[in-house]
């Protein structure tokens, strides 16, 4: 999965335009960022990667960068 | 030894998501809430109480069966927000009902799990003696702990009361089935109103309103939810309550006919629908108008799905309920 794809999963997630999303986007100038986004995202990267954010793992998340890294640790993980 | 009617009442006030959308003046425009939801509006409680709408509940009941006040042995209620601390709510309801003094009556206090928890109850009232004819009150207005500008558990919560009936004869089959049980009290704080009881009793202190991260308003005094820590909670849950109840009533998912889950909100149920693999059209969801009614979704739930014919005579069901507690639930019933 490249980058664009991965970002059209956190767009869809977010109810967001991919255009809008580039990895240094701070998630809190999002509009759509708020709770139901937070769950909205736990979601995509338990159905598409296996990966369940933890307390802490959520309040870190600051950046699309941020949610990028967890989709990564998986594909490392099955390769 | 059966369920044999189930009715319920909704409070008449609703909540739209209109309501809400003009109220939040934000980015949660009504078709948002209902996207990220599956609800359209909730019925709140105004000034009515649990034992008001615990006993319109049961008189439906009552009145739809045509089943005798008189031969109710027991009285199970379940609620997290009673009339009082003391007494007992179902023993105020017994009162009002006019059901015989010779009957049992207690309440129980759980949420989300709470009509399974009734049903396991029962079952063990029913088989061992104790009583033939139990009426299973799951009542709740949790409104009433929700600050008005806090969205997070606003735009999901709605009131309701559910009474459900189950009867035993002499030599009926059962059909209350199998259990699972499942507690992990490190959740409490993730789903908790704080303050009001013995642990926190209500000052100006609890009353003190503070702002969250996300702008919803609340204090202690009232209800608290940290969605993302209960989806989690469930995603990790659910699947295997699933499995293990099948494993237990040795059944596969196949020979379901109708999965009934606590209708906690509709992303979350998609999110546990596709992660156990159950095919869409086995799958009852219909918190769209009523919204998380908390232990009294699932037998409310039952009722429109018997009542739009999705449920038929001998269909296997798997109830499974979860959340506040955390306490989790499921089980087998043949209707």
Known sequence: ?79 | MQITHISYLLPEKTLTNDDLAIEYESNWNSKKIYKKTGIKSRHITATETTSQLAVQAAEKLFSESGFPKDKIDFLLLCTQSPDYFLPTTACIVQDILGLPTSCGAFDFNLGCSGFVYGLAITKGLIAGGMAKNVLLLTVETYTKYIHPKDKSVRTIFGDGAAATLITHEEGDPCKIGEFVFGTDGKGATNLIVPAGAMAMPKSEETAKERVDEQGNVRSLNNLYMNGPEIFNFTLDIVPDTVKSLLARAKLSMDDIDLFVFHQANKFMLDSLRDKIGIPDEKFYLNMEDKGNTVSATIPIAMKDALDEGRIRRGDKLMLVGFGVGYSWAGCIVEW
Request: no cysteine; aromatic share 2%.
């Open chain 1, 1 to 79: 999965m490249d980058l664009k794809d991965k970002l059209s999963l956190i767009a869809q997630a977010l109810d967001a335009e991919p255009e809008a999303l580039k990895p240094e986007t701070k998630l809190e100038e999002l509009e759509e960022w708020d709770s139901l986004a937070v769950v909205s995202v736990i979601a995509m990267l338990d159905k598409h990667f296996s990966v369940r954010l933890k307390p802490n793992d959520i309040k870190s998340l600051v950046t699309v960068e941020d949610i990028l890294a967890h989709m990564k640790e998986k594909e490392a993980e099955k390769s």
